[in-house]
């Protein structure tokens, strides 16, 4: 794992400093190479841990990173996404079956569901983080499995 200083959401989260960026960016070259991660397996803590971590949020540029070759990313254009983000999803169960396939913690309960789609969209939604699951949120799911 690498850790990044930042604040936090708690304490006066702050934009990344682009040197940070620029050193996350070479050293996850040298250790994807070198240890044959594959981009899939490239995450963050409010990944792994959705219910404990928001980290590194939604000011974390993912997909500048995917850009570099580094991470996954979704496949919708920004015009689709914003069209999409205004239409709720009818049916939530949907998109909670794909997110849980993806890798996302399994959970029933309502709350935990709700941090656990907030942590897609600071990942996968930056501008937009809600407790809503749209028609956005589930075409990004469906590219992305």
């Known amino acids: 794992g690498i850790e990044i ?3 936090g959401h708690k ?3 702050d934009d990344f400093n682009i040197n940070q960026i620029k050193s996350i960016i070479r050293l996850s070259k040298i250790l994807k190479k070198k240890y044959r991660i594959k981009k ?7 990944d792994i841990a959705p219910l404990r971590k ?6 974390f540029p993912w997909k500048l990173l995917h850009e570099k070759n580094l991470c996954i990313w979704h496949n919708i254009s920004k015009k689709s996404c914003k069209k999409l983000r205004k239409i709720k999803l009818a049916n939530s169960i949907k998109f ?3 997110l849980f396939k993806f890798g996302y913690k399994f959970t029933n309960k309502t709350s935990d569901k709700i941090k656990i789609l907030k942590n897609f969209q ?18 990004i799911i469906k590219s992305l499995i």
């Open 11 to 13: 304490n006066g989260y």
């Open 40 to 46: 899939k397996n490239i995450l963050g803590h409010s």
């Open 5 to 7: 200083s930042n604040p």
């Open 122 to 139: 600071r990942r996968f939604r930056p501008e937009l983080i809600s407790s809503i699951v749209d028609k956005e949120c589930y075409a």
């Open 54 to 59: 928001k980290d590194p949020g939604e000011k």
């Open 96 to 98: 909670y079956k794909l």
